[in-house]
């Protein structure tokens, strides 16, 4: 008997049809002999129209009753899916974050798992009870709900399938796995059965958008498996773990990430600490840099460029400007760019892939600015206007069959 | 310092604009020195809305699961309020029923409150913040969420006052405090400014409709002042103690409900037991029974007539019917009828009272089925037809000036 723990968000429980599918899609799971989690998001569009509510109120809302506000959009999720299951026959029990035994920081609207007190679900299980847990929220050591932030539900999820030993956590989304690209922007793409973490998380952070980060590294910390699949189609998606099946491919995927600034400090002064100044400046600001390219100097300046999401920009333009006379910097440029990429955890020992890349866009006539390379990626900017094409080209270098 | 429990109901918290003139009152109350907690309801339709989507998926769901669901109601107004009274620069926290301490036994959707642990309150009390508590909810002892059922806000309020000892429970409703009638319906009727427990509790059970008579039955159990006042308006209602002013009036109020029928089984053997036969076989199926009515035997046989509410009819008459045989009775007749009812603490020693409300009733030609007395009232059975015009008549008898 194995201990499945499933993710449904929130447009797969949006009506009352959805809630239904979804809970024929668990007793599915349960029939093969499993023990089955469940988590759930709140429905559909439920979270927007109670922060709606709130900000006709109070636009300043204090964040520790926005918590309160909005984890009983979940709390709704629960009892319906509960509801669903036993319609069809099925011993279902709901648990909200607290019962669940969540206990998170005091982080209100961004609160991280400090652990998962698994008793309760537990007994649950033990009793036979597939068990409905509310994603997203938990309780602090003040006895006040909190709510994790983005990607919440997610991550709840894999917290639970690490604090009880799952076999599997199954993240059920409207794609039905993880592609080489996005089906939505290139042809020809495939659906990859397995990757590792490390892939996953290069992937997600250079904007494939199929998992939040946190969810993924807390999988890869516990080492659990994941898997994402169609809530609305039954077929196998895709498997992430620490060590994918080889498949032939070096490459896993090419993504594609439109919201990057690239801001140059240009004709600083080429002496020590410069680049530490700039840098610890931006982190005091809590701006997240990607990318960092210095020009080797000449005539004793030389030119700093790096790239932050496109919501940091006025950010880190701030922190630039103020440093621009300490640094007798000539000039600040700043500029929207697109950042393509190509991942696979195969790739370093092969350094044809970065020749393949470049030729690919080269024929294509795209200009590279820049070019970051790691381990397991490579990536180049280029023009906002050229990404969706040097996607396509780089993508058909690679997977054309 | 003293301490003051409000409650509001759903109609008073419905948009943000009543959320916002909700918080205004407690600010009031705040600003003049006191110590506030404020128990509200859902919000207008919430609850109605909520059971509709659980009726969509599961017309026959789990009591537990509704609990779970609709108890999330008053957590949405809770952090709305806590909102609108921080907007105001008000220090305020909210609290769900089980973080305010309610712990309820396990009948879920109907829940007695056990106790209420009030630290968590005092604390937030002590902090000098307006603690906004969720009515109507509690935990039990296995950790699940309960509801209380109906006029749960109105208990929620009476136990915390109780529990905290306040000086003072408010329940703001949409009337602006008990009437010697209902005023929608009876001209010259007259607000009074205090009435006891036992007076309040008789006209709440006849139909009055201002409070729940459980709220009313603890808050005399526990001696907490009640006040009913409007939510709408700032002036004083009617309060509720022990021992009310005397203000020359024998009689308190006249009450009127029409949701009654009378069953009378006709022609039974006059031989011990079958009134026990009758009304434990009522009792075993919940029936409740109001007035019972027995016949002088003549002929070896008598009648026995009783009342129960319209929406226990079904039952009671099955009841019945199963009886019929054993009982050797003749027929059963079914009729809806209306109580007409005049309340007052002082008129067990004025025997004036009956025969004035009977005079006026004669004078107006109405007929008079049956009677039954208590210590603090009279009522009367009489065809539903004529319980308007009996209302107006026994009230213009008692209260014309």
């Known amino acids: 008997m194995s201990l499945i723990v499933q993710k449904f968000g929130g447009s797969s429980v949006r009506d009352a049809q959805r809630v239904l599918n979804v809970a024929r899609r668990v007793a599915t799971v349960f029939d093969q002999g499993n ?23 109070n636009p300043k809302a204090n964040k520790r009753e926005m918590d309160v506000l909005l984890s009983s959009g979940e709390q709704i999720s629960i009892a319906l899916l509960a509801m669903a299951l036993e319609s069809m026959g099925y011993p279902a029990k709901s648990l909200t974050g607290w019962q669940a035994g969540f206990v998170t920081d005091s982080t209100h609207g961004n609160s991280r798992i400090r652990r998962v007190e698994t008793e309760r679900i537990e007994n649950e299980l033990d009793k036979g009870n597939i068990v409905i847990v509310a994603g997203f929220q938990g309780l602090n050591r003040y006895d006040d709900i909190t709510t994790l932030g983005r990607g919440g539900s997610d991550t709840s999820a894999v917290a639970i399938a ?3 030993r799952a076999d599997l956590c199954q993240i059920y989304t409207d794609v039905d796995g993880v592609y080489t690209a996005d089906p ?8 990859l059965s397995e990757i590792t973490y490390d892939e996953m998380l290069e992937l997600a952070s ?32 895709t498997v992430i773990k620490e060590v994918a099946k080889v498949e032939k491919m070096l490459i896993k995927g090419v993504a594609k990430d439109d919201e ?49 999401a496109d919501s940091q920009r006025e950010d880190a333009l701030a922190v630039v400007e103020g440093l621009k006379g300490t640094l007798r910097a000539k000039g600040i440029s700043c500029e929207g760019v697109t950042k393509v990429s190509v991942v696979g955890a195969g790739m370093e020992s092969n350094y044809g892939v970065a020749a393949k890349m470049f030729e690919a866009l080269s024929e294509a006539s795209i200009n590279i600015q820049m070019i970051a390379t790691s381990e397991i990626k490579i990536s180049v900017l ?6 969706l094409r040097a996607m396509r080209v780089v993508h058909e270098a690679f997977f054309a069959t």
């Open 162 to 164: 690490a604090a009880c």
């Open 260 to 308: 990057v600034t690239r801001i140059s400090i240009i004709g600083v002064q080429d002496i020590p600490g410069i680049a530490f100044q700039i840098f610890s400046a931006l982190a005091a600001k809590k701006v997240n840099v990607d990318i960092i390219l210095q020009s080797v100097g000449r005539n004793e300046t030389k030119d700093i460029t790096f790239t932050v």
């Open 206 to 237: 250079l904007g494939a958008q199929v998992l939040h980060n946190r969810s993924v590294e807390m999988a890869k910390k516990y080492n659990v498996p994941l898997e994402v699949l169609s809530s609305l189609e039954e077929k196998p998606g």
């Open 382 to 387: 280029i023009d906002r206007e050229d990404g």
């Open 184 to 191: 939505r922007l290139v042809s020809g793409t495939r659906k």
């Open 35 to 57: 023990k089955v989690v469940v988590v759930v998001s709140a429905q559909g569009d439920t979270t927007d129209d109670l922060i709606a509510k709130a900000m006709e109120i």
